[in-house]
């Protein structure tokens, strides 16, 4: 595997949008399941979004659901970012896993442990 690059990070105000975007070379991200994490200060890195590889569905943590949208298009994973709030100041890191998968559900794909592949992380400050 190759190497996944955030970008789109920065700072924006409270209300504001935002879409980070993950390319990855070498590869196609159609064939694996991605996901978006994020990492406060002070806090422990915690799963935002996710797509399995399976279905290509889109999952979401409760604190972003109905704001944030996953999106993946061959190379590149996105995360569409609405109605940002200043808790959601966080570096935010794309990830990617080849499989294999168990059944389906929603704390397999939340855990950071079970990609092994990881960009580098975007900053993304939201001010009040």
């Known amino acids: 595997q190759g190497q996944l690059v955030e970008s789109g990070g920065g700072l924006v105000q409270s209300g504001g949008s935002r879409r980070l975007s993950c390319a990855a070379s070498g590869c196609t991200l159609d064939f694996y399941a991605v996901a978006w994490f994020r990492q406060a200060p002070g806090k422990e890195r915690e799963a935002v979004s996710w797509i399995p590889s399976t279905d290509g569905s889109s999952h979401y943590a409760d604190s972003v659901k109905g704001r944030f949208t996953i999106t993946r298009n061959k190379n590149t994973a996105y995360l569409q970012m609405n109605s940002l709030k200043p808790q959601d100041t966080a570096v935010y890191y794309c990830?990617?896993?080849?499989?294999?998968?168990?059944?389906?559900?929603?704390?397999?794909?939340?855990?950071?442990?079970?990609?092994?592949?990881w960009g580098q992380g975007t900053q993304v400050t939201v001010s009040s």
């Open positions: 990830a990617a896993d080849g499989g294999p998968w168990p059944p389906y559900s929603d704390s397999y794909y939340a855990a950071e442990k079970n990609y092994d592949w």
